[in-house]
């Protein structure tokens, strides 16, 4: 699966966030750690646990 990110160099560091996944955004020093972090971001968004509300269920949708 491929993510959108948003990346610019902009007073030394480099800056971005993912469009698909609100909330992942990172800045670096370099452009090569700023996709690691980004990376990162959106694994550990995806591995966090969540309460869901009673008679809620938490549903896997395939993409791509």
Same mark, same amino acid.
């Given at each position: 699966?491929?993510? *959108?990110?948003?990346? /610019?160099?902009?007073?030394?560091?480099? @800056? %971005?966030?993912?469009?698909?996944?609100?909330?992942?955004?990172?800045?670096? *020093?370099?452009?090569? /750690?700023?996709?690691?972090?980004?990376? @990162? %971001?959106?694994?550990?968004?995806?591995?966090?646990?969540?309460?869901?509300?009673?008679?809620?269920?938490?549903?896997?949708?395939?993409?791509?």
């Amino acid at each position: 699966m491929n993510l *959108r990110a948003v990346i /610019e160099f902009k007073d030394g560091w480099w @800056i %971005g966030w993912l469009v698909d996944v609100p909330g992942v955004n990172a800045q670096e *020093r370099t452009r090569e /750690e700023l996709i690691e972090s980004l990376r @990162i %971001g959106f694994e550990d968004m995806t591995k966090t646990n969540i309460e869901l509300p009673s008679k809620a269920e938490l549903v896997p949708i395939a993409v791509g």
